[in-house]
């Protein structure tokens, strides 16, 4: 075999799919259930936590806000340390961070703890939703990228729709605590599955040469079979292994990354603030409309279950074309479903049906801007880059539900809130267009 970079980089864009691959596909999606379900969880029991700790609509707003800026602080913060120590190492420090976070959870009595605990639990959601979309995209082929990316976001709503499955089976009997008590174990012992299955990226051990690089690159290379190295590929002369973190964030305004990436955090700020308002409030604007807690929790899952579906089909149709097209048309579509959800009439048959349309339309837009972040940065900043963008996206989730809940307080139903929150969608279309990534 050629000890050339370029040889080594063409053993995934141009050799088979192997089972490692796969394996690593499905690891990050199932890592990504978790986050899901962790995040969603708090949607799903806000009227009774509201209740214990005697909240307003206003206050449960933070509550979900503060979950997402802590998931903006991981992006931001945490998952650029993934280009310095690697993938895989964050991967397990992420887990084992939300895992803890979340059953300590179950023991808050006070909005304080709340807030503080939900916010190291984003923390850690957000440095492992970075590190698994640039896992998954530098072990796969380049034809199938944007799908595979796809496939691990899909892991987010799938987790979401659980969070409604299991509360509808353990809360009635064990109250709200009981969710995150569930939630912390399954994700602790998830962190051991981590720690014995999931592969550092190949190209980080070329390119960042850790110790023991040569060793753990041919171990890679014998799952992918192919065969193996006796050194070290030469990096080209433009390459260097010693960047920084904060050279990488700087790296993300040059000149050449600047409008790229300006032009992605905008439109995950729009993509976010529509996402979370309808990840947090569902539930609890359902129950505003006169529908019981049952109604809500099928209106959240439905939304989710469209999500999942939207995002396999998201990631079917990038194969075929152009993935910034395929953001416009489905954020104005979203849009549109979100406007014909605020004017339908009172009859919850139509209304569930339509929300399975935004899932579908929305979730699969704002999944496109994963992978646009995923193809668009190169190897060294891939993990900066695509943290970045949802860190600074995720500004729009921390708005999103915090602005809805003073909107709630303030007199406005359920349709008025719809018909506002589509308005973001729309302008994440047009924007999105802009970046010209296939």
Not at 34 to 58: E, H, P, R, Y
């Amino acid at each position: 075999m050629n000890n050339s970079i370029s040889n080594m980089n063409e053993l995934i864009d141009q050799g088979s799919v192997t089972s490692q691959q796969i394996l690593v596909i499905v690891l990050c999606f199932i890592f990504n259930m978790l986050d899901g379900f962790d995040i969603t969880a708090m949607a799903v029991v806000a009227s009774s936590v509201s209740q214990d700790l005697d909240l307003t609509d206003a206050l449960l707003g933070w509550i979900f806000s503060f979950a997402l800026a802590g998931m903006m602080f991981g992006a931001m913060v945490l998952a650029p340390i993934a280009d310095i120590i690697g993938r895989r190492a964050l991967i397990i420090l992420s887990l084992l961070l939300v895992g803890v976070s979340i059953l300590l959870t179950a023991r808050a009595d006070s909005l304080t703890l709340f807030i503080i605990l939900r916010f190291i639990s984003g923390m850690g959601a957000g440095a492992l939703l970075a590190c698994q979309a640039s896992l998954a995209a530098e072990y796969s082929p380049e034809k199938y990228r944007a799908l595979s990316v796809a496939l691990v976001t899909a892991g987010y709503p799938t987790g979401a729709m659980m969070t409604s499955v299991i509360g509808g089976l353990i809360l009635p009997d064990y109250g709200w605590r009981s969710m995150f008590i569930f939630g912390g174990i399954v994700t602790l012992a998830m962190v051991l599955v981590a720690w014995l299955m999931i592969p550092e990226s190949l190209k980080y051990l070329i390119e960042k040469r850790p110790v023991n690089a040569l060793q753990k690159i041919n171990k890679i290379l014998q799952k992918l079979k192919q065969i193996p190295i006796d050194v070290l590929p030469e990096l080209s002369k433009s390459y260097s292994s010693k960047t920084s973190l904060l050279g990488n964030m700087k790296m993300l305004l040059s000149s050449k990354y600047r409008r790229l990436s300006l032009t992605l955090w905008t439109s995950f700020f729009c993509a976010f603030a529509t996402l979370y308002f309808l990840m947090s409030w569902i539930p609890k604007l359902m129950e505003n409309a006169g529908y019981d807690m049952a109604a809500g929790r099928n209106a959240f899952f439905l939304f989710n279950m469209g999500g999942v579906i939207g995002i396999y089909l998201l990631g079917y149709l990038s194969i075929k074309w152009k993935l910034t097209n395929l953001i416009f048309n489905l954020s104005i579509a979203s849009a549109i479903s979100m406007i014909a959800f605020a004017m339908a009439p009172n009859d919850l048959n139509i209304l569930l049906i339509l929300i399975v349309m935004i899932g579908i339309l929305q979730q699969s837009a704002f999944t496109g801007l994963y992978g646009v972040a995923a193809k668009a940065y190169p190897t060294e900043i891939r993990s900066t880059g695509v943290g970045w963008a949802i860190g600074l996206g995720r500004t729009g989730a921390v708005v999103g539900p915090a602005l809805a809940g003073y909107l709630i307080l303030a007199g406005y139903d359920m349709s008025a809130n719809f018909i506002f929150f589509s308005i973001p969608m729309i302008v994440c279309g047009f924007i999105a267009y802009r970046l010209h990534v296939d």
